[in-house]
């Protein structure tokens, strides 16, 4: 879409806050907590997070690609790393802050903005209300006291399911 120069965002010249750098720390070595790879693979056996109807939907053991010592090969991997892998949101995680601190992101002086959200359609609104309940329950969402408020919307998925989108276009002259 083109956008018109009026509402073009121009670049602020400064330095970056050494206490914002994002450095990434590695307190141990990870390669020294992977499991042990057998040069012969057992085989599968379903685990408490990677089912066999997980296993299925994967489509490891239906792929002609793979020879079949490299598809139980494939199959100890995932098992041996089940707790890596998320099927919904619940399941996701973040980054370990030994290794991530918390990002803070640096902004110019500005005048903070509240924009009025639009209402949520009644057909969807049952299916908003659980998606933002799962977002608070995995973390992705948090209580904040922000004088901020930026507005959402939500778009239909080609399976049939919703994604909620932020608008931040607000937020861009501040960076």
């Known amino acids: 879409a083109y956008k018109k120069v009026a509402n ?3 670049p602020v010249t400064t330095t970056m806050p050494a206490h914002m750098r994002i450095i990434c720390k590695i307190p141990e070595d990870p390669l020294l907590s992977l499991p042990f790879l ?3 693979p057992p085989p599968f056996t379903p685990g408490t997070h990677l089912t066999q109807e997980r296993m299925d ?3 490891i053991f239906c792929n002609e690609f793979l020879w079949p010592e490299e598809r139980k090969l494939a ?3 995932l098992t041996n790393n089940e707790f890596a892998l998320a099927w919904d949101e619940m399941e996701k995680g973040h980054f370990h802050n030994d290794y991530f601190p918390p990002i803070v992101i640096p902004t110019i002086e500005h005048i903070p903005w509240t924009h009025r959200q639009s209402p949520i359609p ?3 609104k049952d299916e908003v209300i659980k998606l933002i309940k799962s ?3 995995s973390g992705v969402y948090e209580a904040s006291n922000s004088s901020y408020q930026s507005c959402w919307f939500c778009v ?6 919703i ?3 932020h608008n931040l276009q607000q937020l861009n002259p501040s960076l």
């Open 122 to 124: 009644p057909g969807i």
């Open 57 to 59: 939907e994967l489509g």
């Open 135 to 137: 977002k608070i329950a």
């Open 163 to 165: 994604r909620i989108v």
């Open 156 to 161: 239909t998925k080609k399976n049939g399911s």
């Open 75 to 77: 199959a100890h991997v």
């Open 38 to 40: 057998s040069p012969v």
């Open 8 to 10: 073009k965002v121009k």
